[in-house]
């Protein structure tokens, strides 16, 4: 069986380790990410590395070179509830088949690769995400051992629980020495490839991301009884609001805003609402573009409420700045890809990836592989084979052409 076709099964049995039968759902330090980490590493261990796990429960395997300098290669392993087969994981089984190739080989390159298999990016358990690359980059906060699950376990009960040690986690920050940087693999979870007709493509950057909680308060009435002038509906208010924010990112080429949580009170179908609370999330990879047109749309949510006479609370919730990937790491990447005769391709991730956290420690580089409709967090997630390998391909040529510079 070709190593394109082993990957791909190879994420087909990560599937089977859910905490859901019938879905995927591998929740951060439970028996389903056991089930994938035991996996994981006996395909690590395979490729010819040494297996290790950390205290917050990344799995790490290292294949050594003959110089002292790592380039580090991964993503996580970890699920969102009811995912699909290919975020997070098919980055890991990438760079291990890369490794692979080298073992297979008998090649040592001029510096390590050390593979790291996220144990939690999505959040699903605690709600914090990035666990594994912010203990990795040391920027984990201790405050979110605190944090409890919807069972009432404490993080750091988990962590226990899973073999790791909580009081111990600001020894998984990266001390091995030179870095060269930080690769990824991953689904673009968009649809700009598969419209373009390409396999793969180069990430020029990760968004930057606002996101606020806004209320709007109003008066609840009667719906049958209160006149359609003397209404104060913080409903209409939050709907203008909505559409508004639709608009303002149209008006901005690769804005996205996303108003993906609405909560109405007193929610009775003969009642006016009194209250609506929203959600508002901007993103764009030029962080002057997301702050203007976010702060636009935040004195609108104003002028709306005085409109219709509601009362407006805005919370903020996040703040992310936009991480530019690394010139140098671009072009070797981009040259990859062309030398597989496929037309390069540069564009920027409007999701998060394990490289927002990993930029402070070092260079970050992506490459996107093609999928299906551009699904993503959805069981219908899908790859082709011919995709894989040329992802495969590009990652191996890129690992030569680091090794020569």
């Known amino acids: ?36 980490q035991a996996l994981v590493g006996d395909w690590m261990g395979e490729a010819g590395m040494t297996v290790t796990r950390d205290n917050i429960g990344n799995l790490r395997g290292r294949y050594g070179g003959t110089g002292d300098a790592t380039l580090l290669l991964g993503s996580h392993i970890d699920s969102v509830r009811d995912a699909g087969k290919y975020d ?20 040592r390159l001029p510096f390590a690769i050390e593979v790291l298999a996220f144990a939690d990016e999505e959040g699903l358990r605690y709600g914090s995400t990035y666990l594994g690359s912010r203990a990795a980059a040391g920027k984990f906060d201790p405050r979110d051992l605190e944090r ?17 040690d909580p009081e111990r986690i600001d020894e998984d920050r990266w001390r091995g020495g030179d870095l060269l940087g930080y690769c990824e693999v991953h689904i673009e979870q968009g649809p700009v490839l598969e419209a373009r007709g390409l396999p793969v493509g180069v990430v020029s950057a990760i968004a930057g991301q606002s996101r606020f909680e806004i209320e709007f308060i109003g008066m609840a009435g009667h719906a049958g009884t209160v006149p359609m002038d003397h209404r104060r509906d913080a409903l ?15 008006t901005q080429h690769g804005m996205v805003a996303t108003v993906g949580k609405l909560e109405v009170e007193p929610g009775v179908a003969n009642v006016i609402p009194g209250r609506s609370k929203l959600t508002l999330d901007t993103r764009h990879s030029d962080d002057k573009t997301r702050v203007d047109v976010t702060d636009a749309l935040l004195t609108r949510a104003q002028s709306i409420a005085k409109t219709r006479r509601l009362t407006v609370e805005i919370r903020p919730v996040s703040e992310n700045p936009a991480v530019h990937c690394s010139p140098r790491l671009v072009s070797l990447l981009t040259q990859a890809v062309k030398e597989q005769r496929v ?63």
């Open 1 to 36: 069986m070709t190593l394109p076709r082993i990957i791909i099964e190879r994420c087909h049995y990560l599937a089977e380790c859910t905490e859901e039968p019938g879905a995927i759902t591998r929740p951060f330090a439970s028996d389903a990410m056991q089930c994938a």
């Open 88 to 107: 997070g994981p098919l980055g890991v089984i990438v760079a291990i088949a890369a490794v692979q190739r080298l073992h297979d080989a008998d090649r």
């Open 148 to 164: 409890v699950d919807a069972a009432g376990i404490k993080m750091a009960e988990a962590i226990r629980a899973f073999g790791g």
């Open 236 to 250: 209409a208010g939050a709907a203008e609001f909505a559409l508004a924010a639709e608009a303002a990112a149209a």
């Open 343 to 405: 037309e390069p391709a540069q564009l920027p991730s409007g999701a998060g990836h394990d490289a927002v956290v990993m930029s402070s420690l070092a260079d970050v580089g992506i490459l996107f592989v093609r999928c299906k409709g551009g699904v993503s967090h959805n069981p219908a997630e899908s790859v082709t084979t011919e995709d894989v390998a040329v992802a495969l391909d590009v990652l191996s040529r890129f690992l030569e052409l680091l090794a020569k510079q």
